[in-house]
């Protein structure tokens, strides 16, 4: 769980596009569904066709019948091998989850870190949700919400659903909760100040939110930012210092127990969850463990049952062993190379192209990632719908690099020299490093600068005191949502906080063609004419090459046999929520 | 590591010639530990200076199609994870490491001494100064120390040796004064100051060469507390940054192939300790033969 | 005599610590990154930072914030963390039996490992066994004390499933410390025997000691009654000494091992930047080490008389 994410909500290290794995079955979904909502854009954003009452899972036919009350212990199934399918699930149980980092903050005024945000998902609940599919879905709103305007959104919220302190949950709640996200001296997330008017209480289950402007990507946000959970209303006041130490309060599947930093951070089922007969562990216990050597080794001992964030290299070895299952599934983080065209060598486009040849992405994936990554082919990865599965490799081509470089005015008596920049990760100083190698055939001397996260950010995002021009290029990872927007946006739009190339903005590269088909492709619903467009602006920027995207990362994670059910990481949804142990 | 002035108040003193002479290089090297320990700290130094010629490949050279490969006739200490030599970044690594080591103690030891003779001989407010500061410096575990200053600093090898020379002056600074003391008030240094001998002139001919022996010792030391220092450094991902090797930086990057390829972390390891070793037992052996009364 | 010396000594303790925590508040702040950014996430909006640095008082002058924490310290209010607003008290006052406790046990490693071998060594100087006791000692000492955890773990947890690998005194009772205890004891049973050696061969060419031999006491008498006592004033200095690098070598082996002792408080407060966290703990680490060296110097002057202590 331990990829920055370049989103400025900081959470949910692994978005991955997952479908339950074939040996664990087809979870139980509680009422009979739909097919699931295909991801919308919210700027035009229409009822789905099908209101989901809850998150749903794979649309073949559910396995058990819609009334799950799950018999307080029914008889264990006789030794249900790890491989079979799916037993009966067994309420009760506890595991315990490995994770890197201790949650930095459970309070609502600050920003969770990756791993306080993944905890705290099974804890909080917003109006929307992310289901297994990656897909938003409605979870204490009853369904999406209506736009009578595009800077309106209105709430039908989930009646009979309680807090885990009893009370019930009403629009009341949401207000007190959504004027902590926005009070100047409370809240920890620029954009909802940003782009968030007011909102108002229409009645007890209806919750108006007025926007200043539009914010396209504000039901994805909501859906994917566990640190926006709803809490009751008064619960900071009332549990003081408390909260978020001793107390933290949602209406989620788990509940708080407690948190002994760099120990443990236990959540016990909430026995009330308004998804009835769910969750079925009783208990899931937190603890981060630093050393990354030590956490598979606390696996492969049984002291842990899952591992959130197995490194490449562990997942092969953790394959072959007994009573080990290894998950893995394409995850969302795009691993790239930045270019700034605000500055030389980087604002000449044959540069930026003849770099982009000159990199063997394959060997990047299959060295760092060990196979656990695919080059990309297209604008969207292989999982999304909008992919075409007829695009081709991107091409490497070292010798038509060299001829871009001659043209550029780059030759042996005058190398490309520059700078790859990066943070302190292994992950990123090694792709770094091997491309410093790719390029060092073509006689380009690159230099590598691992640095400090905090100075590694502030030129790129543009930070006040920082210097835009003060680097080259720089190797990064972006976690993005499943949402398309995120996708076709967030890094090319002149717009976008996170346009790191500088990708038309003022002094950077222009193309203005481009600059409107990006807007567009962001907000078309339409899934024939999307392609299209996604089509022509992956053309426009694999010729412009602001960024060279190097592998779309698959996320591993590994869990001991006894641990059923387990949904890979989508954004922050509930991977616990439909998990169970076998007894044995 | 300071000791008190603990030896009765003999100055320690380092005869390299003459009948005095010839006890103390039979001293020295009676222990094989102590001729180990320089063999090995010998070794060391002719593979960092000579590195270019003596390792097999460059040690930036990745050769993707061998990568974490065992020990074999070709990578005698096996691959990393991009297929470079670990035999040469040891190599290498040895003269990163020993540039640490020496330039660190060359610092500590230099400012060390200084102020501890200036502490010493002055006495007084200056004294107390000078030794409360070196507390302030000893009353934090090293590590921390390092940590805060790297986080201001940055990482990279200069830092690295301006932290851990830092780190090592109270140390020089403690002894040196120690032996200064014992050594002020001996009759031929008084003898010197009151036919007027000017205080600097008294303190290069007379104290500080009487000093010599622990200040050697000390030094000898601290290149290997140096050498574990930055190893700790790199483990926390303050140190030497890559793909410039150290050991400490081999060390802590074979941290997460420790499962499946050992040998990283092993061999890089084994250089640390090795050295780390050699000296210890380079600076005992100093000790012994110096201080004659280990005589029995 | 000693009383004036004690009580010099305790007035010196005072601007020791002072120094130490200006120095840690001088470097933190220095430091690039501050807590409010991270509280913030990536994106913050300036206003909600401007406030919240006002909130926590860092947009004042330096000099002034280290004059407020310093008058709340001497008050016994160490603050609040400024991520979770836990006391600081109560943070370090909850982490430090971990550490005590490990710090104690490898203590006791190194000495189990330390004397022994001292005491072999000089009893046999030269020989074989002196020579062998010395390099497994020091074996300790050199091998980088994160790799020797490592390894530690790798045969007794993974291979043999002796002990846990890591993991927190609640959990796992007394046997979480063991493979800590002796990755960090014998990083130190090195010196001890070090000194032990030492001292035994400096007390054996005594005339006390060749006296008594004269009489004819046993040998075995000899070495162990007369010598051992004397040998162990510079166990007693080490202890001292060393207490900073012991607490030092916790930070890394409760990295590596996941114990939630001081030594990784320390770690991720500075990470974080909690500064309130920080500065609490240095102090409370900069106070145990400047108490025990006071008491192991006391201890010293006592117990020898020929020592002339400045």
């Given at each position: 769980m331990n990829r920055p994410r370049r989103v400025p909500w900081l959470h949910g290290g692994a978005v991955a596009l997952v479908c339950l794995l074939v040996a664990c079955g087809p979870a139980a979904p509680p009422a009979p569904t739909a097919a699931p909502p295909k991801p919308t854009t919210a700027a035009a954003a229409a009822p789905t066709s099908a209101p989901a009452a809850a998150p749903t899972s794979a649309p073949a036919a559910a396995a058990k019948p819609a009334a799950t009350v799950a018999p307080a212990k029914p008889p264990a199934p006789t030794a249900a091998p790890a491989a079979a399918a799916a037993g009966e699930p067994i309420r009760g149980g506890s595991i315990t989850v490995v994770h890197s980092n201790n949650p930095r903050s459970l309070n609502p005024r600050m920003d969770g870190g990756i791993d306080g945000n993944f905890i705290m998902t099974h804890v909080r609940e917003r109006f929307l949700g992310i289901n297994e599919k990656g897909d938003i879905v409605p979870v204490l709103a009853t369904e999406m919400p209506q736009r009578p305007d595009p800077l309106t959104y209105i709430f039908k919220l989930r009646q009979g659903v309680q807090f885990h302190d009893g009370s019930p949950f009403t629009a009341e709640d949401a207000q007190y909760s959504f004027n902590i996200f926005l009070d100047e001296k409370t809240a920890f997330s620029g954009n909802y100040r940003k782009f968030i008017r007011n909102t108002e209480v229409v009645d007890p289950f209806t919750f108006r939110i007025n926007m200043k402007s539009p914010w396209p990507d504000f039901l994805s946000d909501m859906a994917n930012n566990s640190g926006l959970g709803i809490l009751p209303k008064g619960a900071l006041e009332k549990y003081g210092d408390d909260y978020g130490v001793k107390v933290v309060q949602g209406t989620g599947p788990f509940m708080f127990r407690e948190w002994i930093k760099d120990d443990r951070l236990v959540l016990v089922r909430n026995p009330n969850y308004w998804q009835t007969g769910l969750p079925y562990l009783d208990q899931i216990i937190f603890k981060p463990i630093p050393e990354e050597s030590v956490q598979v080794i606390n696996l492969r001992t049984g002291?842990?049952?899952?591992?959130?964030?197995?490194p490449f290299k562990e997942a092969k070895a953790l394959e072959s062993e007994p009573g080990i299952r290894v998950l893995t599934h394409g995850a969302g983080v795009l691993e790239e190379l930045m270019y700034n065209t605000l500055v030389p060598p980087f604002n000449d486009t044959k540069v930026r192209q003849a770099v982009a040849l000159a990199i063997n992405r394959q060997e990047i994936a299959d060295t760092v990632f060990l196979g656990y990554a695919e080059v990309p082919t297209d604008l969207l990865p292989s999982w999304h719908w909008g992919h075409d599965p007829s695009s081709k490799a991107p091409e490497y081509n070292p010798e038509k690099a060299r001829q871009l470089l001659t043209e550029a005015g780059y030759g042996p008596s005058k190398p490309l020299k520059f700078e790859i920049r990066c943070t302190n990760q292994p992950m990123f100083v090694d792709q770094a490093i091997l491309i410093q190698a790719q390029l060092a055939k073509l006689g380009i001397e690159v230099t590598v600068t691992p640095m400090d996260k905090t100075l590694f950010f502030a030129p790129m995002f543009r930070e006040a005191g920082s210097d835009p021009k003060s680097w080259q290029a720089g190797l990064e990872d972006y976690g993005f949502t499943t949402a398309t927007f995120s996708f076709v946006w967030e890094q090319y739009s002149a717009d976008s906080t996170i346009n790191t190339a500088n990708y038309n903005m003022p002094g950077g590269f222009q193309n203005p063609e481009a600059a409107k088909v990006i807007e567009q492709a962001a907000i078309e619903t339409d899934e024939t004419k999307a392609k299209a467009i996604f089509k022509q602006e992956y053309a426009m920027l694999e010729a412009d090459m602001p960024l060279t995207r190097l592998s779309f990362l698959q996320n591993v994670q590994a869990v001991r046999s006894r641990v059923k059910n387990i949904s890979a990481l989508v954004g922050d949804n509930y991977p616990f929520m439909y998990a169970w142990v076998d007894k044995n | 590591m300071a000791q008190p002035v603990v030896h009765g108040g003999r100055p320690w003193s380092v005869r390299l010639t003459g009948r005095r002479g010839s006890a103390f290089w039979r001293r020295l090297t009676r222990s094989p530990l102590t001729v180990a320990g320089v063999i090995g700290a010998l070794l060391v130094i002719a593979l960092g200076v000579f590195a270019d010629r003596v390792a097999p490949f460059p040690f930036a050279e990745v050769h993707l199609t061998d990568r974490t490969r065992t020990p074999n006739l070709v990578y005698l200490l096996g691959t990393d994870q991009f297929g470079r030599d670990i035999l040469s970044r040891v190599i290498f690594g040895a003269r990163i490491s020993l540039i640490v080591g020496v330039a660190s103690t060359t610092i500590g030891s230099s400012l060390g001494v200084s102020l501890g003779t200036l502490a010493g001989y002055c006495g007084g407010w200056v004294d107390e100064g000078i030794m409360r500061s070196m507390d302030v410096i000893m009353a934090f575990p090293s590590i921390v120390l390092g940590i805060a200053l790297a986080a201001v600093l940055g990482p990279g090898l200069g830092n690295v040796i301006l932290i851990i020379g830092l780190l090592q002056i109270p140390q020089f600074a403690r002894i040196t004064r120690g032996s200064v003391l014992t050594v002020k008030e001996l009759d031929y240094v008084l003898a010197a100051r009151a036919l007027g001998q000017g205080s600097a002139i008294t303190v290069v001919r007379h104290v500080l060469p009487n000093c010599v022996g622990p200040i050697v010792v000390l030094a000898s030391l601290t290149v290997s507390t140096a050498i574990g220092a930055e190893a700790a450094l790199s483990f926390l991902g303050l140190g030497i940054q890559p793909p410039t090797p150290s050991w400490g930086n081999i060390l802590s990057d074979g941290r997460q192939y420790i499962l499946q390829a050992p040998w990283i972390s092993t061999f890089s390891g084994l250089a640390i300790t090795i050295t780390i070793l050699a000296f210890n037992f380079i600076g005992d052996g100093l000790r012994d033969a110096i201080d004659p009364r280990m005589r029995t | 005599m000693v009383l004036r010396y004690i009580a010099r000594r305790l007035v010196m303790v005072v601007p020791v610590v002072i120094g130490v925590t200006v120095v840690v508040f001088t470097l933190i702040r220095l430091a690039p990154g501050d807590p409010v950014q991270a509280m913030l996430g990536e994106n913050p909006d300036p206003q909600v930072a401007v406030l919240r640095r006002r909130a926590l008082g860092l947009d004042q002058p330096l000099p002034v914030q280290y004059g407020i924490w310093l008058a709340r310290t001497l008050r016994g209010d160490l603050g609040r963390s400024l991520f979770t607003r836990e006391y600081v008290t109560t943070l370090i006052f909850d982490r430090a039996p971990t550490t005590i406790s490990l710090a104690g046990l490898s203590m006791l490693v190194a000495i189990g490992i330390g004397v022994p071998a001292g005491v072999l060594a000089a009893t046999r100087k030269d020989s074989w066994s002196d020579n062998l006791s010395r390099l497994l000692a020091m074996l300790g000492v050199s091998m980088p004390v994160f790799w020797l955890g490592l390894i530690l773990i790798i045969v007794f947890a993974l291979n043999l499933r002796l002990l846990p690998a890591g993991g927190s005194l609640d959990q796992n009772g007394p046997s979480a410390l063991v493979l800590p205890a002796i990755a960090l004891g014998a990083s130190f049973a090195a010196l001890i025997m070090r000194l032990t050696r030492s001292a035994m061969l400096e007390v054996l060419v005594q005339d006390y000691v060749r006296t008594a031999r004269a009489k004819g006491l046993h040998e075995y008498t000899v070495n162990y009654r007369h010598a051992l006592k004397a040998a162990l004033i510079p166990v007693i200095t080490v202890i001292g000494f060393q207490t900073g690098t012991l607490l030092g070598g916790a930070v890394l082996t409760e990295t590596i091992f996941a114990l939630p002792g001081l030594g990784r408080l320390l770690t991720s407060s500075i990470n974080a930047r909690d500064y309130p966290v920080i500065l609490g703990s240095v102090l409370a680490v900069a106070l145990v080490f400047v108490f025990v060296n006071l008491v192991v110097d006391v201890l010293y002057a006592l117990l020898d008389p020929r020592i002339k202590y400045q």
């Open positions: 002291a842990a049952d899952v591992l959130l964030d197995v | - | -």
